[in-house]
């Protein structure tokens, strides 16, 4: 917990751009917007598409041991019950005494511990009782953000309820799901029979989660509905040893971070979860950190959660959640490591990670790793009321197109369509132009470096494939 800013993009750069281009707007912006909500426009679209995509190839599609699920959003309200979310998925709650507006407590703190370091560098907040904090925030005399004075501190229960059908007792009440987990636990019995699946092997799912969340800001790292990619990787205890499994799984993630996103490790960091702030029943809980321009924050967590999901699910629902291992007959509840990680995160940090500002040249680039960036390449005709230009533009962008993501412009002149693609991370340009018509060549324009080269249309596709391996 530091306020040093190792990137040095503000929030402010990233929400502004992600506006103007259509990566990200606010919800509901006619009506006012709605808090801690946003919408996706076409470009953020293609970005979480390409990130679920890449996760679930790297993390299901190649692997023999890992299987995919897509459970519901609205599970038997059960299922919260035995999770333990209707007991304790609450958040610490404070109100400003004289605008009664809410805050979490413990982000309270933080943000006054990150202004004042001098205090102390590394309190965890975390898991702290509601009596604690109340105890930090008269120590350092915290005041609200608009600097009243702070009511006590109370848990708030962040699962969103609702209910089913027209009537609105007990009995129809559901939740909207606070995490994919749980349809995970819950469909287990079932993936083992219908898959005939040997320990050790992993379930993954990506989708929709909802929490009511207290704090607003930070744009997308902290919103009412979001979306999670979540793995239970289940195991027998007395086989597998957790410490290894446990490092294979970080080794999964940072490598998925760094080589599969692009993503600059000095920007990346583990950090341990304490005794006290882990869950009872977790062994070992770990962060991967991102430095974010509001600081060092949680990107993706790791646990070991031993066999309490199974357990608590096969108590309340009555049924054995047991495996039977084929070759000795024992019969146990296999323990779970489990990774989850946040898509709009993700999002977020490939935002940052890829904002540069080049004031030499007066542009704005998103460093994208190729692959990731939502188009690969445009291609302009070098002048759009001259037809044998345009046809024959459009004939390479026809083509392209049935393998990359192609932008097509013909606005204005290349200087600024080379801009207005650096500035959604384009890694290539391609313009057609008289010699073109003459010798089948194109100018090729490198977005990290603006450097240009001639290409011969029928080497392109070797040269892309490469390119964007
Ligand atoms: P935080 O401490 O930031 O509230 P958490 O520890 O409660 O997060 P988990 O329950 O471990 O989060 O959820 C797994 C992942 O889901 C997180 O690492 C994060 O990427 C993502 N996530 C959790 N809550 C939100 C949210 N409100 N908005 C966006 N992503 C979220």
């Not at 809410?102 to 102390?120: F, G, M, V």
């Not at 410490?243 to 490790?265: A, C, P, S, Y």
């Not at 062994?283 to 950190?289: A, F, N």
């Amino acid at each position: 917990m530091t306020n040093e800013t190792k990137n040095s993009v503000s929030l402010e750069n990233i929400t502004a751009l992600a506006k103007r281009r259509g990566f990200i707007y606010q919800t509901s912006e006619i009506y006012g917007g709605l808090a801690n909500s946003y919408d996706y426009g076409p470009l953020g679209t293609e970005l979480l598409l390409k990130i679920k995509e890449l996760w679930w190839n790297f993390f299901i599609r190649r692997r023999d041991d890992m299987l995919g699920l897509d459970s519901q959003i609205l599970l038997h309200p059960e299922t919260w019950v035995a999770s333990g979310h209707v007991d304790s998925f609450t958040d610490p709650l404070v109100e400003d005494q004289l605008n009664h507006k809410r805050y979490r407590a413990d982000l309270l703190i933080e943000e006054y511990l990150n202004k004042h370091p001098e205090e102390q560098k590394e309190i965890i907040i975390a898991n702290l009782s509601t009596s604690e904090l109340d105890e930090l925030i008269g120590k350092y005399q915290i005041k609200s953000p608009d600097g009243n004075p702070l009511s006590k501190t109370q848990d708030f229960n962040i699962l969103f309820e609702t209910a089913i059908g027209a009537v609105t007792d007990k009995k129809s009440q559901v939740y909207l799901r606070g995490e994919t987990a749980q349809g995970i636990f819950s469909n287990f019995k079932q993936i083992l029979n219908s898959n005939r699946q040997k320990l050790p092997f992993g379930v993954g799912q990506i989708g929709k989660s909802f929490r009511n969340e207290i704090t607003t800001g930070q744009f997308i790292f902290r919103t009412l509905e979001f979306e999670q990619a979540e793995i239970e990787y289940f195991f027998d205890p007395d086989t597998n040893s957790w410490e290894d499994l446990f490092r294979d799984w970080q080794n999964q993630m940072w490598d998925f971070v760094t080589k599969v996103l692009g993503i600059k490790e000095e920007n990346l960091r583990w950090r341990r979860h304490t005794d006290k702030e882990r869950s009872h029943y977790s062994k070992e809980t770990y962060d991967l950190e991102y430095h974010y321009p509001f600081g060092w924050k949680e990107l993706w967590g790791i646990a070991y959660r031993g066999d309490y999901d199974l357990r608590q699910h096969q108590e309340f629902s009555k049924k054995s959640l047991e495996y039977i291992d084929p070759q000795t007959n024992k019969k146990f509840l296999p323990h779970v490591i489990e990774p989850a990680a946040g898509i709009n995160r993700l999002l977020l940090m490939l935002l940052c990670d890829a904002y540069q500002e080049d004031p030499s040249k007066e542009r704005i680039v998103m460093a994208f790793k190729a692959k990731i960036a939502p188009y690969q390449l445009a291609v302009f005709p070098l002048l759009k009321n001259k037809n044998e230009l345009v046809d024959k533009a459009k004939q390479v962008y026809e083509d392209l197109r049935q393998t990359y993501q192609v932008a097509w412009d013909d606005r204005g002149n290349i200087g600024k369509r080379y801009l207005s693609q650096d500035e959604i991370g384009t890694p290539f340009c391609l313009t057609i132009d008289f010699e073109t018509l003459e010798n089948d060549t194109v100018t090729i324009r490198h977005r990290d470096s603006a450097k240009q080269e001639r290409l011969a249309i029928s080497e392109l596709n070797n040269y892309l494939k490469t390119a964007l391996a």
